[in-house]
């Protein structure tokens, strides 16, 4: 089975401030994990995904996203945030393999960001 | 074309009615999905159409009813709904592959139902 855990339903930081939203997951086997945003009223958007290969992940408007496999986390980085980044973010898990896996993703509770000016 | 459409955007059905939300892709994609979620809740997984033959059905109440008449469309139909089935109900899509595959899921803005 699979998990995803989002430390801390709500994250406040300053216009500027570096954003770090924390996401730790638990899979049987080596997992796909992605990040989506979600702004009010709208779907879901891709930030970023990892797959294989390099484990520090860059996505769109400016995030990246560091797979750590011994820690079992994928916590998701902004250097300097802006307001246009408030949002709610999700991580999600996908196992690599398993058909009866197939095409399911698995959701965190969500982060709700808040950026002040 | 990127972009995955759903109608209509926004839904109020009483409890009798009967009513179908519409999903749309161009993006060649062969796999469908249907997620309903509650406010302040991640996505819950409905659905999933694979070739456009039902491969997932997560327990879903049969007032529910999906349809994927083709490649390109994804309907659901909706019958004697509670008003706790009031919710958005998002859409995606994504390629078909191997079990090790990635296969990014690609969202449509929703349909904001609400039941009376």
């Known amino acids: 089975a699979q998990s995803v855990t989002q430390l801390g339903s709500h994250v406040s930081v300053s216009e500027g401030a570096l954003v770090l939203l924390r996401c730790n997951y638990s899979s049987s086997v080596p997992p796909y994990l992605f990040w989506y945003v979600q702004y009010p009223n709208q779907g879901l958007q891709l930030l970023l995904k990892?797959?294989?290969?390099?484990?520090l992940v860059k996505g769109i408007n400016g995030f990246e996203a560091e797979f750590k496999k011994s820690e079992t986390s994928f916590h998701l980085t902004k250097p300097s945030a802006h307001m246009s980044d408030a949002a709610e973010y999700f991580c999600?898990?996908?196992?690599?393999?398993?058909?009866?896996?197939?095409?399911?993703?698995?959701f965190g509770q969500g982060t709700i960001l808040t950026v002040h000016p | 074309d990127t972009e995955v459409t759903q109608t209509p955007k926004h839904l109020v059905m009483g409890m009798t009615n009967k009513k179908s939300l519409k999903c749309e892709q161009h993006m060649g994609h062969r796999a469908m999905y249907w997620y309903k979620q509650k406010a302040k809740k991640p996505p819950e997984l409905m659905f999933v159409?694979?070739?456009?033959?039902?491969?997932i059905n997560e327990s879903v109440p049969s007032r529910f009813s999906p349809e994927c008449p083709n490649s390109s469309l994804l309907n659901l139909h909706l019958h004697a709904l509670q008003p706790e089935d009031s919710a958005l109900y998002l859409c995606?899509?994504?390629?078909?592959?191997?079990?090790?595959?990635?296969?990014?899921?690609?969202f449509g803005p929703g349909t904001r139902l609400t039941v009376l």
């Open positions: 999600a898990v996908r196992l690599s393999a398993g058909g009866t896996s197939y095409g399911k993703l698995t």
């Open positions: 990892y797959t294989t290969g390099a484990t």
């Open positions: 159409y694979s070739y456009e033959k039902l491969s």
């Open positions: 995606a899509s994504s390629r078909v592959g191997t079990s090790s595959s990635y296969n990014e899921q690609f």
